[in-house]
């Protein structure tokens, strides 16, 4: 595609429940990240994937989360028995190979509320 | 541990009042210093990227540079539209960009 694409673009959910976010990469695109913005907050990284494996998930908050990446291109975040505090944008990037300097592209974000 | 600042947080220029943006990183291993755009409610849009000190890299009223410890992005002249909030990160050794919280620039005619 020509972008990178995130669905849903909102997604509103109660406590407790569970929630899934879809990422749609560059095409070609062997490197994908994942990424939340808080309000006031900078970005804060979650995981990146190489192909369908994830060599590093160490920004990932608890166990609650978890990622995963199919074929090599459509990745999903998903988030189990949300809290308050799980309320925030989560972005979805992608780039080229992964090397290092390179540049991700960002898709629209995910803006989830937990009630 | 990584760590990129910038300031001021938010800025208010009238149209055609030059100013710069501050980042100040301290990165291990740095790869790459990015400055991204990001419009309100949208994801960040690739502005510059600068990879050693000394460089310097332009986009109609912007001026990205680099030195061992800063990042400047100088705005020449703007416009009403340049009304963002800019984002600055820095690419180090591990595979994650790191990010600091962004000046909200604010220009009125």
């Known amino acids: 595609g020509a972008g990178v694409s995130q669905s849903p673009s909102n997604k509103v959910t109660e406590k407790g429940k569970d929630v899934e976010l879809r990422c749609d990469p560059i095409s070609g695109h062997t490197a994908l990240y994942w990424y939340r913005q808080s309000l006031g907050q900078g970005l804060e990284f979650l995981i990146y994937?190489?192909?369908?494996?994830?060599?590093?998930k160490s920004g990932l908050p608890s166990d609650r989360f978890s990622a995963e990446r199919t074929g090599g291109s459509v990745s999903t975040l998903t988030i189990q028995r949300t809290q308050q505090e799980d309320s925030a944008v989560y972005l979805c990037?992608?780039?080229?190979?992964?090397?290092?300097?390179?540049?991700?592209?960002f898709g629209p974000g995910t803006r989830l509320l937990v009630l | 541990e990584d760590q990129v600042t910038q300031s001021p947080e938010a800025l208010r220029l009238q149209e055609g009042e030059s100013s710069s943006l501050n980042c100040s990183y301290t990165v291990s291993g740095l790869r790459g210093l990015f400055w991204y755009r990001q419009d309100p409610g949208k994801g960040p849009e690739f502005l510059f990227t600068?990879?050693?000190a000394g460089e310097e890299k332009e986009k109609e009223r912007l001026k990205a540079t680099l030195t061992k410890k800063e990042s400047f992005l100088h705005i020449t002249a703007p416009k009403p539209e340049d009304s963002a909030t800019y984002l600055c990160a820095g690419h180090g050794t591990a595979s994650k960009l790191t990010f600091g919280t962004g000046t909200r620039l604010q220009v009125t005619l």
């Open positions: 990037a992608s780039s080229l190979s992964g090397a290092a300097g390179e540049t991700q592209y």
């Open positions: 994937f190489q192909g369908n494996s994830a060599p590093d």
């Open positions: 600068l990879y050693s």
